[in-house]
């Protein structure tokens, strides 16, 4: 039986948490045709005018162009996974490389802290558990978090609770 159909443990809460990029594919090639496009007209502008290197730089321009989106694309990778049961909260943190950090909680110990800006909203999230703080859902946007935080509060109020069992018909 598999820990997420256990029924004397049941899933309270459960979320992946991952980073948001905003241009697919097919609009990252487009981005770079067009920019490439230009950068090569420029470039040839530049030396019919007689100043041949600035063509170089403006193919490097769109070459760095290039590599920026890739290494944003593969930092998309990473990942967070919440999961809450009447008995344990669990975060794993999965990098862009597939290193895996893995941490557990008590529910009934852990402390969901934010850190509000007025004009932003919530900045920060922080599960603080015997004096010590771990930052989570640090990919999500200020009312991402305030949802998300809504969320596991309500998780972690319902394990502090204790689960209601009934009896089997």
Do not use: C
């Not at 443990?9 to 991952?18: G, K, M, N």
């Not at 063509?55 to 162009?65: C, H, I, N, R, V």
């Not at 597939?98 to 999230?125: C, D, M, S, T, Y």
């Amino acid at each position: 039986m598999s820990p997420d159909n256990d029924p004397l443990e049941p899933t309270l809460f459960s979320a992946v948490i991952t980073p948001h990029r905003s241009l697919n594919r097919f609009g990252f090639w487009l981005l770079i045709g067009a920019y490439g496009l230009i950068s090569f007209m420029a470039g040839i502008a530049f030396l019919l005018m007689g100043a041949w290197p600035v063509f170089g730089f403006f193919g490097l321009d769109a070459l760095l162009l290039y590599w920026a989106f890739e290494l944003n694309y593969r930092r998309a990778a990473a990942y967070e996974e919440v999961r809450v049961t009447p008995s344990t909260l669990t975060l794993r943190k999965v990098s862009h490389r597939g290193q895996v950090r893995e941490w557990a909680f008590n529910p009934l110990w852990v402390r969901l802290e934010k850190v509000v800006h007025a004009e932003f909203g919530i900045e920060r999230l922080s599960l603080v558990s015997r004096g010590k703080e771990l930052t989570v859902a640090g990919f999500l946007g200020p009312d991402e978090k305030a949802s998300f935080a809504a969320a596991l509060a309500g998780a972690l109020a319902e394990a502090r609770r204790g689960v209601r069992r009934t009896a089997p018909p």
